[in-house]
């Protein structure tokens, strides 16, 4: 499954974008993290295939929502609200099967990656 990553963009602090993640197949798991400047890739946010559930980072709880697309194997990150840390580069990424309920969380227990979209948040 290959993973193309869009949406990235600079925005004034306050203000909001929409990421997309564009598979090429199904996914189990879908989740976006991300790398800001001199720091490592840290989770953002998680989505199951189905049951409804969500996961966040609390730095982006609240302001942050992921999404998904089944039929159109899309996976969304609406962030509002954005704030100068929230400067990174930001990754989609996709699980092939399910892990478990606390791997949603670590980036080795997804299987697929896309190639990452800047977000640049000035102040």
């Known amino acids: 499954v290959q993973l193309q990553a869009s949406g990235g963009g600079s925005v004034q602090a306050g203000g909001s974008l929409r990421l997309s993640c564009a598979a090429s197949?199904?996914?189990?798991?879908g989740g976006w993290f991300r790398r800001a400047p001199g720091k490592e890739r840290e989770f953002v946010a998680a989505?199951?295939?189905?049951?409804?559930?969500?996961y966040y980072a609390d730095s982006v709880k609240g302001r942050f929502t992921i999404s998904r697309d089944n039929a159109k194997n899309m996976l969304y990150l609406q962030m509002n609200s954005l704030k100068p840390e929230d400067t990174a580069v930001y990754y989609c990424?996709?699980?092939?099967?399910?892990?478990?309920?606390?791997?949603?969380?670590?980036?080795?227990?997804?299987?697929?990656w896309g190639q990452g979209t800047l977000v640049t948040v000035s102040s």
């Open positions: 989505i199951p295939w189905s049951d409804g559930s969500t």
């Open positions: 990424a996709g699980q092939r099967r399910f892990y478990g309920t606390t791997d949603y969380f670590t980036a080795g227990k997804y299987d697929y």
């Open positions: 197949g199904r996914t189990f798991g």
